[in-house]
Nanobody
Framework: QVKLVESGGASVQTGGSLKLSCVVYGFEMEYCMGWFRQVPGANREGVAIMAFDGATSYATSVKGRFTVSKDNTKNILLLEMNNLNPEDTAMYYC??????????????????WGQGTQVTVSS
């Protein structure tokens, strides 16, 4: 059974940094994994995706500020977030799908989701 468990969400001020972690159970991390976020009333947004070969893609709004990485030996997916601003406030979800070609920002294509961790950035 696949289980994704996020942690690391917190309240920070503008310009601050956070590192989110996703512990992965029952899933081969060589497949496509990443992070989405959602605010109430809005669609889910793909933030950072990592393909099987380590290639990454980011939402335009987070490029240069967010970095996705993974530690296969520990089964952990990470999202390092720097220079945070209030527009980054959202629930952040770890996602995974058993595909070699990542479906990008298509949220419906990701078959596994964590429970989410809240990030709040105040001005």
């Amino acid at each position: 059974q696949v289980k994704l468990v996020e942690s690391g969400g917190a309240s920070v001020q503008t310009g601050g940094s956070l590192k989110l972690s996703c512990v992965v159970y029952g899933f081969e991390m060589e497949y496509c994994m990443g992070w989405f976020r959602q605010v109430p009333g809005a669609n889910r947004e793909g933030v950072a995706i990592m393909a099987f070969d380590g290639a990454t893609s980011y939402a335009t709004s987070v490029k240069g500020r967010f970095t996705v990485s993974k530690d296969n030996t520990k089964n952990i997916l990470l999202l390092e977030m720097n220079n945070l601003n209030p527009e980054d406030t959202a629930m952040y979800y770890c996602v995974a799908v058993r595909r070699w070609n990542c479906p990008g920002g298509n949220a419906d294509a990701y078959e596994h989701w964590g429970q989410g961790t809240q990030v709040t950035v105040s001005s």
